[in-house]
């Protein structure tokens, strides 16, 4: 089986961003479309190619629709300039019809390892007269689709909107994982909103393929690998999925040797690996005072039932004496790192005993920040000094938010970016500690139905904290459930992260391989989930496989 036969048995995608502001600098890259374009037009349910000159246009009276380019630059109707590169499309009388452009540039070089957006400027000619009523755009996509016909609408809604008399609309429209299939064509697809239309031309200003950033790596999360008596199989499994990303926690001193092993193993199977550090006993003046929440009411919200230390409490002195050793052992070892994950999912009471149980809370309601802010700044710069002299070369990542507003309302800081965020009002020898993180942490887990929610967490995440550092997603997953394929889910999944605008997003981790639950890939029967045929196909789509 194709990537393409992977690819195209998504539905119909709506990616939507009006509410999301950026900059966007010029790129030597991009590629302009207008002189690749082809048009036609869906007239009383069906095709009819259009003549590309304004001309032919005009003899027809437009009632079939129109597309041409245009032959000089210009202006729109509020008077902002457009540029001579640009095509001018007129949709069908009927609002029931539709004008359809097709942009095919021949054997396009697009690199498979960058985002790409549509970029470009609509709005009316600034001659449009008052019976003007506006049109409704939708950017379309397609591919080879092996196991799709026409019948079954092979083409991808990316991006919807409307464009009215006296608007100029600007739209970066992300490509997605469509440059990366054979027969890739993007259209521009416009339907009047009202009868008699005549005076409905559409002017698409300089449309332009750009490369934005680089594509996320697809890893595998496992976490308590130390726990595994056959770690060093389970590795070499999960190697052989296609992955070159493992992240796994470090747990108490105790096992600090079969972590280091653990390391090495990864190393030696081709893996990139991220090391997660938690809070642990040890880095108390005393654990048992600092648990909180044990009993059945926690193992009911999070599988065990002895509660949670407080992160709060955390003697700074005794974490940095176990995260040192831990420093110390594996670079006596030469083992390799790619970054530290300070902190999981400090946001929810299941990693920290901070949290109130069984309650909805936010930063400024239910959850000391300050005192919050005060520990993890002094564990953030300790760690930035050791990994510095240890690992220099290695990122340091804050932890994984556990977002679980997208699962639940209850046990968790429900805005938990104002954790990170208050770390810029924090300094350590005169440093803004949130400079002393190299990228931010987060966690996706969101309903199958409701896969763009982590999308738009990413666009809420980075407008909210106002930095440009990448965000490593560090967990993610869909459960396994009776009857279904989990592949759709996953490669939704996928599709929104390539789709990620300007943000960069580094990496992503798939929670998780072997633990026997209904996230795993491998099954109670030692069998491999179908699903898990994503990752070696999308690394080695994009040359990612070792």
Request: charged share 20%; net charge positive.
């Amino acid at each position: 089986m194709k990537w393409l036969l992977l690819l195209g048995t998504s539905s119909l995608l709506i990616f939507s961003f009006q509410n999301f502001t950026a900059v966007q600098s010029p790129n030597q890259n991009s590629i302009l479309l207008w002189p690749y374009f082809r048009a036609a037009s869906a007239f009383n349910s069906k095709w009819e190619h259009l003549p590309k000159n304004e001309r032919t246009c005009k003899d027809t009276r437009y009632l079939k629709g129109c597309a041409f380019p245009v032959q000089s630059s210009g202006y729109f109707q509020n008077g902002e300039w457009y540029s001579a590169d640009s095509l001018m499309i007129l949709p069908p009388n009927n609002p029931n019809d539709f004008a359809k452009v097709f942009l095919e540039p021949d054997a396009t070089p697009f690199s498979k390892n960058q985002q790409w957006n549509l970029n470009a400027t609509y709005g009316f000619q600034q001659s449009q007269s008052a019976n003007t009523k506006g049109v409704r755009v939708e950017i379309v996509a397609s591919g080879d689709r092996m196991d799709a016909s026409e019948a079954e609408n092979p083409w991808a809604v990316l991006d919807s909107f409307t464009v009215l008399p006296g608007q100029t609309v600007v739209r970066w429209t992300p490509m997605g994982l469509w440059p990366l299939r054979a027969g890739f064509v993007v259209a521009i697809q416009v339907t009047a909103l009202g009868e008699n239309n005549w005076y409905d031309n559409l002017i698409v200003s300089s449309p332009k393929m750009v490369p934005v950033i680089p594509r996320p790596e697809l890893g595998i999360a496992q976490s308590n690998l130390t726990w595994d008596e056959n770690y060093s199989s389970t590795v070499e499994e999960i190697s052989l999925l296609k992955t070159r990303g493992l992240r796994t926690n470090a747990r108490s001193s105790g096992e600090l040797n079969k972590f280091v092993a653990v390391v090495k193993k990864a190393n030696n199977s081709g893996l990139n690996v991220v090391v997660n550090i938690n809070q642990e006993a040890e880095d108390y003046d005393n654990a048992s005072l600092s648990t909180a929440h044990a009993g059945n009411a926690f193992r009911k919200q999070c599988g065990w039932a002895n509660g949670q230390l407080r992160f709060s409490q955390i003697n700074p002195q005794k974490f940095a004496k176990r995260f040192e050793a831990y420093l110390k052992s594996l670079s006596e070892a030469k083992a390799s790192v790619s970054a530290f994950e300070i902190g999981n999912e400090l946001d929810w009471v299941c990693f920290n005993g901070d949290i109130p149980l069984g309650t909805s809370i936010t930063s400024a309601r239910g959850f000391d920040l300050k005192a919050f802010t005060t520990k993890y700044s002094q564990i953030i710069a300790i760690s930035r000094t050791l990994i510095d002299k240890y690992y220099p070369k290695s990122k340091l990542l804050s932890f994984g938010m556990a977002n679980c507003f997208l699962f639940t309302d209850k046990s968790c800081v429900l805005d938990s970016y104002n954790m990170v965020a208050s770390l810029k009002s924090q300094n350590s020898n005169g440093k803004n500690v949130l400079n002393m993180i190299d990228g931010i942490g987060e966690h996706f887990y969101t309903e199958t139905n409701q896969i763009w929610k982590a999308r738009q967490t990413l666009i809420d995440h980075s407008a909210k904290l106002g930095i440009s550092k990448p965000y490593w997603i560090t967990e993610w997953g869909y459960k396994d459930q009776e009857h279904s394929d989990r592949s759709q889910a996953f490669l939704t999944f996928l599709e929104y992260m390539n789709s990620s605008y300007n943000i960069p997003v580094s990496h992503l981790f798939l929670y998780n391989y072997n633990k026997e639950n209904e996230w795993s890939l491998r099954k109670d029967n030692g069998s491999l989930d179908p699903a898990a045929r994503v990752i070696g196909k999308y690394n080695s789509l994009l040359g990612r496989v070792r």
